[in-house]
């Protein structure tokens, strides 16, 4: 009698876990769904009654301050944005598909979870230490270098994001490479090829898809990361004409302007529909890099 | 891949080598050095960024620096009302990502199918985790601010982390629990054990330790992490006893609370007479702390590994 009690309750216990095992398994698609939402909820009022599409992608205006005439123009923004990732990407794609391959195709053992390790240790210092050492030490270095007026530029957060980006270009192009069956390895190397040439005629082609979503999602880390363009870039909403000119990104916008507004202005609305536009750019990059994953797979599989 | 080493004749030996042979050696030698040369081009910032901040910060590093309030502007004392601040965003934050993120994990390695459904989660995870660190801010200024009514505070700020953090420890519990072999769920459910009691009692069991690898990384990514605070709950400076109760636990959780992150960002960028010293040693706390905690995760990752038993 007793026993079916407790059997009964256990049951009972056991469904209520399942339910929030279940929950949560779900959650992630709620929190997708809930960042769109009140993002998107936020940023309602301007995008119905204020909006200029035209304007807001092609204008290099970005005064939402003006008495005369408030502007919202993300042009410069966006061209600000892109002018960083694109040469932290420049900087960033050769030093980690090459360390990429080194790690993954000339070490082992020790050496190689060392390196792994270092990796690990510069991808977890803090998007703000980042910023912190563009402001306060790459500053100078870039003035005394190239005798620009201000050290906050383009290159300084060039030079900051390629670094951050560089730790997931190599994890990620590593795993790609892993995934290369060593029967191609074998087949390469009995046919007389060098270590270089089997590199590059064999390794390169097999993992294309897995090196491209790897740059892929160093793009997107870069797009992303906040503090450290804020701290490094400088401050000016222009459109850059040389990688010296100090520039604004989306993210920096966002962060240097949001505190200084209030809840249901303009400026305030304007900010959240900059931030549905990042997450647009971000999702995009985020899922091209998922499919062409995904595609590797099923080439393996066929 | 030693194996795979070209044979090397002994000079003069055997045989000569073929033009071809030579170059494509030469050719070897120098790919090998121009990748070692890329490799060892990262190891540079890292050692010199942590070199250079640990110099610059040491003449004011000292404990005395860490057990301080800030005073006078923030341009005299240390970092401790900071840095309690990060400690209490970091646990609340965990405490509410943790449960939710370790189930997830459980329901999509134990429970799912490979359907439309599964990888709609899977795809969301992907984008989850892509979302930039100040949409997520956004999200919680809208969300957890406003909607929610927290108003600015320790409770908002740690939530909006919890979501940010979300994603990662859902991916590090589904490895943690792939890795714990098929043929114990298969002879714990042969006994009539049913599916939440193998979970409860051996999947969990054997990847604990994995599990919890994933999450004290995040404890590092969440103490380095400023832009989803910024509006949410960190504040530029609050008051802090120096004594007592009020100097261990200084923030309820609906006030607004400070932060090492956020801390270092203004002292640097906003604040003016705050000398480099300081700014050096509030960076080195926070990077210290952030790589004693990535330090544990690597070791205990290490020792786990060395302990596998199957």
């Known amino acids: 009698m007793e026993n079916s009690v407790r059997r009964r309750v256990g049951l009972r216990a056991e469904s209520v876990m399942e339910l929030f095992v279940y929950l949560s398994g779900w959650s992630a698609i709620l929190f997708v769904f809930g960042i769109f939402f009140f993002i998107v909820r936020e940023g309602a009022p301007f995008l119905v009654h204020e909006l200029d599409l035209g304007e807001f992608f092609s204008s290099p205006n970005w005064r939402p301050d003006s008495e005369v005439r408030q502007q919202f123009g993300i042009y410069a923004l966006l061209a600000g944005t892109l002018s960083v990732t694109a040469l932290a990407m420049l900087l960033s794609v050769p030093l980690g598909l090459g360390a990429a391959i080194y790690i993954s195709e000339f070490c082992d053992g020790v050496t190689k979870e060392s390196l792994k390790i270092v990796l690990e240790l510069l991808a977890a210092i803090p998007s703000v230490v980042w910023g912190f050492i563009g402001y306060m030490v790459m500053n100078p270095i870039i003035i005394w270098a190239t005798g620009a007026p201000v050290g906050v530029n383009v290159l300084n957060g060039g030079i900051i994001l390629a670094l951050m980006s560089v730790p997931i270009i ?35 082609p097999a993992a294309r898809n897995g090196l491209l979503a790897a740059v892929l999602l160093g793009v997107g880390r870069a797009i992303g990361e906040t503090m450290a363009v804020l701290m490094a870039t400088g401050h000016s909403v222009q459109i850059p004409s040389g990688i010296l000119d100090p520039v604004r990104t989306l993210t920096a916008t966002i962060a240097a302007e949001l505190g200084e507004t209030v809840e249901g202005e303009s400026h305030y609305q304007a900010l959240f529909v900059i931030g549905t536009v990042l997450m647009l750019i971000a999702m995009a990059v985020n899922i091209t890099a998922d499919l062409v994953v995904k595609g590797i797979r099923s080439e393996e599989r066929s | 891949m030693s194996s795979l080493r070209a044979p090397i004749a002994p000079p003069g030996g055997v045989f000569q080598f073929t033009e071809m042979a030579v170059r494509k050696r030469k050719t070897e030698g120098r790919v090998r050095a121009l990748l070692l040369a890329l490799t060892f081009s990262l190891l540079i910032p890292l050692v010199g960024i942590l070199g250079y901040i640990s110099w610059q910060a040491w003449p004011a590093l000292s404990l005395d620096f860490v057990f301080q309030n800030p005073r006078n502007y923030m341009r005299e004392g240390g970092v401790w009302a900071p840095l309690v601040g990060t400690f209490y965003l970091v646990f609340f934050s965990l405490l509410a990502a943790t449960p939710i993120g370790v189930l997830a994990g459980v329901y999509l390695n134990e429970y799912a199918r490979d359907n439309w459904a599964t990888r709609l989660i899977n795809l969301c995870v992907v984008n989850l985790a892509g979302v930039p660190s100040i949409v997520h801010a956004l999200f919680g200024v809208g969300a957890f601010v406003h909607f929610a009514g927290m108003g600015r505070s320790v409770l908002a700020a740690a939530f909006t982390l919890a979501v940010m953090t979300l994603p990662v420890i859902i991916t590090s519990t589904r490895e943690a629990l792939a890795a714990v072999p098929m043929s114990f769920r298969e002879a714990c459910w042969n006994m009539g054990a049913s599916r939440w009691q193998t979970i409860r009692t051996i999947v969990l069991p054997n990847s604990i330790s994995g599990i919890l690898t994933g999450i004290i990384l995040q404890v590092s990514r969440a103490a380095g992490e400023t832009a989803p605070i910024l509006f949410t709950g960190a504040v530029f400076y609050v008051k802090v006893a120096d004594q007592g109760f009020g100097y261990y636990f200084p923030y309820g959780l609906g006030d607004r609370c ?37 330090a544990v995760s690597i070791s205990f990752r290490v020792y786990l590994r060395s302990k596998k038993k199957w």
């Not at chain 1, 192009?173 to 590199?199: H, N």
């Not at chain 2, 992150?261 to 040693?281: K, R």
């Open chain 1, 170 to 204: 190599v994890s990620v192009g590593e795993d790609a490479l892993k995934a290369v069956p060593d029967s191609f390895r074998e087949a390469a190397v009995a046919l007389g090829a060098t270590r270089w040439q089997l590199i590059y005629r064999v390794l390169l």
């Open chain 2, 258 to 294: 400070m932060a090492l992150s956020y801390h270092l960002f203004t002292i640097s960028t906003q604040v003016t007479g705050v000398t480099e010293a300081q700014q050096y040693a509030t960076a080195a706390v926070l990077i210290g702390l952030v790589l004693a905690v990535n």
